[in-house]
């Protein structure tokens, strides 16, 4: 059974940087893409970045955070970051991380209504 963990959320100010951290167990992340999500409070979920196999290893981007999230992967602590930096009130949110038996984002991308794994999130809140 695949479980996934998100970690590394939190409080920092207009400008700052957090570092969330997926982990997983029961799964090699390596094999697979996985994408982190968000949720700010009544707005619709949005994806906001994936990285493919470690066999291809490309990633993507939500054009609202380019150039200032980077996301990468342990294989060896079989876990995915998502490194945040110049964070802004609009960054505000649940994040999640996802993943499935996919090794592409393009197919990720596809069927994110059908992804069967999701950690429980974290908080980030960026606010002064």
């Known amino acids: 059974q695949v479980h996934l963990v998100e970690s590394g959320g939190g409080l920092v100010q207009p400008g700052g940087s957090l570092r969330l951290s997926c982990s997983a167990s029961g799964f090699t992340l390596e094999n697979y893409a996985v994408a982190w999500f968000r949720q700010a409070p009544g707005k619709e979920r949005e994806r906001v970045t994936c990285?493919?196999?470690?066999?291809?290893?490309?990633?993507d981007y939500a054009e609202s955070v380019k150039g200032r999230f980077t996301i990468s992967r342990d294989n060896v602590k079989n876990t995915v970051y998502l490194q945040m930096n110049s964070l802004k009130p609009e960054d505000t949110a649940v994040f999640y991380c996802?993943?499935?038996?996919?090794?592409?984002?393009?197919?990720?991308?596809?069927?994110?209504?059908?992804?069967?794994?999701w950690g429980q999130g974290t908080q980030v809140t960026v606010s002064s």
């Open positions: 990285i493919s196999s470690s066999t291809d290893g490309s990633t």
């Open positions: 996802a993943t499935d038996v996919y090794s592409s984002c393009v197919t990720m991308s596809i069927m994110v209504e059908h992804l069967s794994s």
